[in-house]
């Protein structure tokens, strides 16, 4: 603890100091942060033990969100079901994205978590068989 006596001045500038405000969205607290946080954490430790530097794919400037794209390929049935149904475009709009990414997505998905999955179907398998 400091002497009573110690009062240094106030450090700030009133007069030219600015901050940037940071919003904390509510879905940012819930689980649902907790599973894409989860989800990246696995996928970027998964393609550090390939002995490759995992990068969060983007367009426009804009992170594309793995963990929501792959739990939408899910959903609709799996990327086979997707290629045949030709959604990658409005994959790519369900994401905020233009859908003339739709092809973007796709290879963004196939590079970095088709990998992923596939090791983790093998990893399922051979748990299941031993």
Not at 100 to 114: F, L, P, R
Request: proline share 6%; net charge positive.
């Amino acid at each position: 603890m400091p002497p009573a006596s110690f009062r240094p001045p106030f450090a700030i500038d009133r007069t030219s100091f600015e901050f940037t405000p940071r919003v904390q969205r509510l879905n940012e607290i819930d689980a649902l942060f907790r599973l894409r946080i989860i989800f990246i954490n696995k996928l970027v430790s998964f393609w550090h033990l390939q002995g490759q530097q995992f990068r969060l794919p983007y367009i426009d400037n804009r992170y594309i969100d793995l963990y929501q794209l792959q739990k939408m390929i899910c959903e609709g049935g799996g990327m086979e079901q997707v290629n045949r149904e030709r959604k990658w475009a409005q994959l790519a709009k369900q994401l905020g994205f233009k859908p003339t990414n739709g092809a973007n997505i796709k290879q963004a998905y196939i590079k970095w978590v088709v990998p992923f999955e596939n090791a983790l179907g093998e990893e399922k398998a051979g748990a299941e068989v031993g």
